[in-house]
């Protein structure tokens, strides 16, 4: 579509994957200072940073092909911190079963993923707009969800960071 060649798709796909390394890294590095809620938030707002541009993106529909893929990764870049810290939230009140708990949430993990990849091959069209509208929309709805969590979780301790 962008005038890329074939051989270039392996590498233009693999910074998708070096983004997530990247945030599940530097995750790693910014724990030791901050607690697992401050970094869903942290990972929610990137996200969220993501979703409202590739809905511009999709709004505006005729723009530079580094700027759609440059959100791709910020999108991916919060998926790698996101997803570890709120697995370790949600397994933490069940250490004895945190075995169980974490398949559990694995199973979760791939059934969503292809579930999400049944419903986009139905809406696909050929081109990179449907995916940009969809990451856009799950990306804001992220940010948004993050946002108004006091509202679903009030008076549980899940909201308070802990000291």
């Known amino acids: 579509i962008y005038g890329y060649p ?18 599940s890294t530097i995750n790693r590095y910014l724990l030791s200072r901050f607690n697992s809620i401050q970094m869903i938030g942290l990972a929610a707002t990137v996200i969220g940073l993501a979703g409202v541009q590739l809905l511009l993106i999709a709004w505006l529909e005729d723009v530079p092909f580094w700027w759609i893929w440059s959100n791709f990764c910020l999108y991916m870049f919060g998926v790698g911190m996101i997803l570890p810290n709120s697995t370790a939230l949600a397994l933490d009140p069940l250490p004895q079963t945190a075995g169980v708990g974490s398949s559990i949430v694995g199973v979760l993990q791939v059934l969503s993923a292809a579930l999400g990849s049944l ?24 940010l948004v969800a993050f946002a108004l969590r006091h509202l679903v979780l009030r008076g549980t301790a899940i909201i308070q960071a802990p000291s």
Do not use: K, P, Y
């Open 119 to 142: 419903a986009s091959s139905f809406i696909f069209d050929g081109s990179v707009g449907r995916i940009v509208i969809i990451l856009g929309v799950f990306g804001t709805a992220t």
């Open 6 to 23: 074939e051989q270039q798709f392996g590498l233009l796909f693999a910074l998708i994957g070096v983004a997530i390394l990247l945030g």
